[in-house]
């Protein structure tokens, strides 16, 4: 997120594109690589629009729109390499504390919940022939976020509950030595990514801020 130079933004974007390759995702990466570049193109020439507050909307818009691709990619990526029980073994070995793995465990079980809801709501509103088409949201925004959005928030709210609960019934709260169902052991493949990753934040930060 604090990497707003176009140069550092763009090798963000294509590592996470080479995590998308070794995991096969070939249709999100060409998905998401397409709207990155999109909003690329949009950001070099934003010079031409004459309107300074448009430009401004413009700008602001597309530097989060841009980050927000980088962070789906990674998401993917994610979702396609690893389950729900071995991140929370992979955590328990760390020795995360339970205050700290608890939430993130449920944070990633939201958001599946999130994307059903909104399938779910899509449905519902293509019986009721209202379109939600990304001309839709430009012409009436106030609308599509009175139509969508606001159900979603309204869902998640429930979904929240729903699981702090769930959380509450198992006994998170008087959890002591828990069984690793998943005994995990870091590779040579393992350092050697983990030392790749972090050259490149390095180099990133000094590109960023030399």
């Keep these: 997120m604090f990497m707003n130079k176009a140069m550092t933004a763009h090798i963000i974007c294509v590592v996470a594109a080479v995590y998308l390759l070794t995991a096969k995702a070939y249709k999100p990466f060409a998905l998401y690589l397409f709207i990155y570049i ?5 950001m070099a020439n934003v010079d031409k629009i004459h309107n300074t507050s448009a430009m401004l909307v413009v700008v602001s818009l597309s ?16 979702v396609r390499m690893t389950t729900f029980p071995y991140v929370l073994s992979a955590m328990q070995q760390m020795k995360i504390p339970d205050a700290a793995a608890i939430p993130i465990m449920v944070a990633l079980h939201f958001f599946p919940t999130i994307r059903e ?3 779910n ?5 293509r019986i009721r022939k ?5 001309m839709q949201f430009v012409i009436h925004p106030v609308r599509m976020v009175e139509y969508l959005f606001i159900p979603i928030l309204m869902k998640s709210l429930r979904t929240s509950d729903e699981l702090a609960a769930s959380a ?15 005994p995990l052991k870091l590779k ?16 990133l930060f000094y590109l960023q801020f030399k």
């Excluded at 999109?38 to 949009?42: N, Q, S, T, V």
């Excluded at 530097?63 to 994610?78: H, P, W």
């Excluded at 709501?121 to 509103?125: A, G, P, T, W």
């Excluded at 509450?168 to 690793?180: A, D, K, S």
């Design 121 to 125: 709501l899509k449905d519902s509103l």
């Design 188 to 203: 040579t493949l393992d350092y050697i990514i983990g030392i790749v990753s972090t050259l490149i934040v390095v180099v």
């Design 117 to 119: 809801d909104y399938h």
């Design 63 to 78: 530097y989060f729109a841009q980050k927000l691709v980088v962070l789906l990619m990674m998401g993917s990526f994610f």
């Design 168 to 182: 509450l019934l198992r006994g998170f709260e008087h959890m002591n030595e828990q069984t690793i169902l998943y």
């Design 38 to 42: 999109a909003i690329a193109l949009l």
């Design 130 to 134: 209202v379109s939600l088409s990304p």
